[in-house]
């Protein structure tokens, strides 16, 4: 449940501090609170991988379910990065279509 939590929690900062957009965490501007985001988030995707690690260490829980959190992880991550993509595919061909329709006229 506690990796459950950490995965709930992920996309938070970026709701709260970064506009709701992912554009927030891959740009360089020096706003404090993107900063803050970049940074939980961080903290977020960190604590994802070693609470399994540390429950595996304290004997809580054995190493198949470690094993299983990691995969649950990498696919989270899998599918987080296919959604930046497909997101990322839809600006620029809206960008290139609205660049084309300005050739035109």
Do not use: Q
């Not at 996309?11 to 709260?16: A, G, L, N, R, S």
């Not at 360089?28 to 991988?49: C, E, M, P, Q, Y």
């Not at 991550?77 to 997101?87: E, F, I, K, P, Q």
């Amino acid at each position: 449940m506690l990796s459950a939590l950490m995965y709930i929690l992920v996309p938070m900062p970026c709701m709260f501090f970064g506009d709701g957009s992912t554009e927030s965490l891959i740009n360089r501007d020096d706003d404090g609170w993107i900063n803050a985001a970049k940074f939980l988030t961080g903290a977020s995707l960190v604590g994802s991988l070693a609470i399994p690690i540390i429950l595996r260490h304290a004997d809580f829980i054995s190493t198949g379910a470690m094993l299983i959190e990691f995969l649950s992880f990498f696919i989270f991550l899998g599918t987080v990065m296919c959604y930046y993509r497909v997101n990322s595919e839809d600006e620029w061909s809206t960008k290139e279509s609205s660049l084309a329709w300005t050739a035109m006229e």
